[in-house]
T-cell receptor
């Protein structure tokens, strides 16, 4: 069964460093998302992406964040200058839409900022 | 603003039924979902229901929706130890948009 994959599974970085989290959505899906879950808290929406542009973003998704689909398969989230409060599990999701209504999630990348 | 609320914890004995409850505030919610998260794992879609439905059954899972009260529930029949996980209720206004999640209900199944 097709699945969303994410790399790395765990990333440790120092405050102020840039990180890139990578996702490979399901191949025929058209809508892509990033969510994050700070330990013990709700899963929060960050950004949605369709047709090579951001379709919606939350207040959390400030200028430190950016997303890109550099080729036909990868979808990346970049955090330019990480802060301690960026430590969280980051989930990528994809959705075909129009045919099914489910968002399929990847296993997540645990980001630890020290 | 939109909000999704769930009770935080449920303990159930193996073989009994579990009922997890959720309330939401966004009247434009069109799709409502239940996701399962096992320890250290990602979010697994269990089931979803459209707002024009009252009930949906899928094997051991039954979803009930009371749109008037904005109340959603997930019933797991014959609960097993493998059902121990965090269950998240989520809603969205359209089929491709962002999901708004509740805080999750930790379900612990005891032998």
């Amino acid at each position: 069964e097709p699945e969303v994959t994410q790399t790395p599974s765990h990333q440790v970085t120092q405050m102020g460093q840039e990180v890139i989290l990578r996702c490979v959505p399901i191949s025929n899906h058209l809508y892509f998302y990033w969510y994050r879950q700070i330990l013990g808290q709700k899963v929060e929406f960050l950004v949605s992406f369709y047709n090579n542009e951001i379709s919606e973003k939350s207040e959390i998704f400030d200028d430190q964040f950016s997303v890109e689909r550099p080729d036909g398969s990868n979808f990346t989230l970049k955090i330019r200058s990480t802060k301690l409060e960026d430590s969280a599990m980051y989930f990528c999701a994809s959705n075909i839409a129009g045919v099914t209504y489910e968002q399929y999630f990847g296993p997540g990348t645990r980001l630890t900022v020290t | 603003g939109e909000d999704v609320e769930q009770s935080l914890f449920l303990s159930v004995r193996e073989g009994d039924s579990s009922v997890i409850n959720c309330t939401y505030t966004d009247s434009s919610s069109t799709y409502l979902y239940w996701y399962k998260q096992e320890p250290g794992a990602g979010l697994q879609l269990l089931t979803y229901i459209f707002s024009n439905m009252d009930m949906k059954q899928d094997q051991r899972l039954t979803v009930l929706l009371n749109k008037k009260d904005k109340h959603l529930s997930l019933r797991i029949a014959d609960t097993q130890t493998g059902d121990s996980a965090i269950y998240f209720c989520a809603e969205s206004a359209d089929s491709w948009g962002k999901l708004q999640f509740g805080a999750g209900t930790q379900v612990v199944v005891t032998p």
